[in-house]
């Protein structure tokens, strides 16, 4: 049974910063794509970051641009979302996805549809 496994939300203040973690078992995911993706209330799951297979691509949101970075270790299948000068608006569920395939991470890493597998979310809640 394939699970993702998100650790590391929680209640962080203004400014502050967060690690998000993602645990796969039940396959190996070094030769695929991974993301995260976040779901504040009343919005839809929105993309924020995605990382190539060997980790040389990654890719993010323009609203969490210079204050996110995604890293993955494929050795321990994993893959890590540090969060910096974070901001009432980053106040959301976060997910972990990765994909089965090898999809054009350049032109879909923000498309919900081309990942396979979820975590179940981690709560993160930014405080002013």
């Known amino acids: 049974q394939v699970q993702l496994v998100e650790s590391g939300g929680g209640l962080v203040q203004a400014g502050g910063s967060v690690r998000l973690s993602c645990a796969a078992s039940?396959?190996?995911?070094?030769?695929?794509?991974m993301g995260w993706f976040r779901k504040a209330p009343g919005k839809e799951r929105e993309f924020v970051a995605a990382?190539?297979?060997?980790?040389?691509?990654?890719y993010y949101a323009e609203s969490v641009k210079g204050r996110v970075s995604i890293s993955r270790d494929n050795a321990k299948n994993t893959a890590t979302l540090q969060m910096n000068s974070l901001k009432l608006e980053d106040t959301a569920v976060y997910y972990c996805?990765?994909?089965?395939?090898?999809?054009?991470?350049?032109?879909?890493?923000?498309?919900?549809?081309?990942?396979?597998?979820w975590g179940q979310g981690t709560q993160v809640t930014v405080s002013s």
């Open positions: 990382i190539s297979w060997s980790g040389g691509s990654t």
């Open positions: 996805a990765a994909s089965s395939t090898r999809f054009p991470l350049s032109s879909y890493h923000y498309a919900v549809g081309r990942y396979d597998y």
């Open positions: 039940g396959r190996t995911f070094s030769s695929y794509p």
